[in-house]
């Protein structure tokens, strides 16, 4: 799956799950449809796309305060259920997390 696409899904997958259990609803509610259109919209945005690290190591922080709050208790809320509900999106998360910022120059040593 292409890298976007599968972050798109991931981030509107633990919103659902969090309305769903955070807030008892069926369908998502009018702050996690807005919460969940901001996302997608600082996606589209990320100047790394197929290059995008883990949104937690990033060194630009795109996100506005207020929204940045919500989707903090989204991720903490969300993210131990990933594993069991969506495992191939919560292991490719991980890997993620390896990934470097690309901002940051590239310390390969060169075996001489
Ligand atoms: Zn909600």
């Not at 509610?29 to 997608?40: P, Q, V």
């Not at 996606?43 to 940045?68: G, R, T, V, W």
């Amino acid at each position: 799956m292409e890298r976007m696409q599968r972050e798109r899904e991931t981030i509107v997958a633990m919103i659902e799950m969090y309305c769903k259990h955070e807030h008892k609803q069926m369908e998502l509610c009018e702050s996690c449809a807005e919460l969940k259109d901001y996302a997608l919209f600082r996606l589209s945005k990320c100047p790394f796309q197929e290059k995008k690290p883990a949104c937690q190591n990033c060194k630009i922080h795109c996100y506005k305060p207020d929204m940045k709050a919500q989707v903090k208790d989204v991720m903490r809320k969300s993210g131990p259920r990933m594993i069991w509900s969506h495992p191939y999106f919560a292991i490719m998360h991980i890997v993620d997390t390896f990934r470097k910022a690309p901002d940051l120059p590239k310390r390969t040593k060169k075996n001489s």
